[in-house]
């Protein structure tokens, strides 16, 4: 399998965008009433185009705006200030003060870097999206997990002995809540993604003790299904002994094993102040970077 089997530049963006929506639309179908009303949770937007809201939880993870410009009819570019102005007014009638737009490449301007000035955006640490055909081609400087180390879906585990499902997808989401910096408050939601469509999580342990998590999202398009790799965290004393690759590879075997041509995955931006070891992880076992999705907000608050 090979990349020149998708379309490239522009239109590739495009289609990844399309491939996170349609994943974070699954995750909000899994949102209890109960998590919704407590956080303020919305979801809005069509195609690659979205724009998450929580009013009760004053994070840009889950206030920021995605696919900007891709379903209007102008170019990105001339939409993206108009946009940004839009988000700006909505997240300030929000009450929301942490918040960000994500602008794919095709859409930055001189006109958008003006408008941002004249809002008090600020450009924020990027995301940068992976790629990579399947099977994966790790590099050479790709490590063994260290001895002991095991991957299994939830639905393994329970096959193996290792506890019910319920119980260990709660388990699952404690872990994620923790690693991601996410409110307890969320873990029921997180829980709900075992056994919806599309949807396989993983949990990695040494022995008998839970280190790790991932979760695997299938997404069919035209262009055949991708798989993306999301949710993948280990607990801070674990970290270094190869958790996170055993995650990686086995999600992307399991990925072709269900159908996927591709793997996509997002990551924190590697700069040279704030080195990211999911970044090195994921390209040094294949997924290369593709491009970085600019954030654009306001200034993290003082206080």
């Not at 495009?14 to 349609?22: D, F, Q, T």
């Not at 999202?217 to 270094?240: I, K, M, V, W």
């Not at 996927?260 to 390209?283: G, I, Q, Y």
Request: with cysteine.
């Amino acid at each position: 399998m090979s990349l020149t089997q998708l379309p490239a530049g522009a239109e590739l963006e495009r289609l990844l965008e399309e491939v996170e929506a349609a994943q974070y639309r699954s995750f909000f179908d899994v949102l209890t009433p109960q998590v919704r009303a407590e956080f303020g949770l919305s979801i809005e937007g069509s195609g690659a185009s979205l724009r998450l809201t929580a009013r009760g939880y004053d994070h840009p993870m889950f206030n920021r705006v995605m696919g900007v410009g891709l379903e209007g009819d102008r170019p990105p570019a001339e939409a993206a200030p108009g946009v940004l102005a839009e988000a700006a007014a909505h997240y300030r009638e929000a009450g929301v003060r942490r918040w960000m737009l994500q602008l794919l490449p095709q859409a930055d301007s001189e006109a958008f870097r003006a408008e941002a000035a004249r809002l008090g955006a600020i450009r924020l640490r990027g995301w940068t999206k992976h790629l990579a055909p399947l099977p994966l081609v790790p590099d050479e400087t790709s490590r063994n997990p260290v001895s002991g180390l095991r991957v299994l879906r939830i639905d393994e585990a329970v096959r193996a002995g290792l506890g019910d499902a319920v119980p260990l997808a709660r388990r699952w989401a404690s872990i994620v809540c923790e690693n991601f910096d996410l409110p307890d408050g969320f873990r029921p939601w997180l829980s709900g993604l075992h056994g919806h469509p599309g949807w396989h999580l993983y949990l990695a342990w040494v022995g008998n003790t839970l280190v790790g998590t991932g979760g695997l999202h299938l997404n069919p398009t035209e262009e055949g299904t991708f798989g993306e790799l999301t949710f993948g965290s280990t607990l801070p004393q674990y970290r270094g002994q190869g958790a996170q690759s055993a995650l990686i590879l086995r999600r992307a075997a399991d990925a072709r094993e269900f159908g996927c041509r591709w793997v996509t995955s997002e990551t924190d931006e590697h700069m040279p102040d704030r080195p990211n070891p999911s970044h090195r992880n994921l390209a040094r076992l294949g997924l290369h970077p593709r491009w970085v999705r600019a954030n654009w907000g306001p200034p993290k608050p003082v206080g």
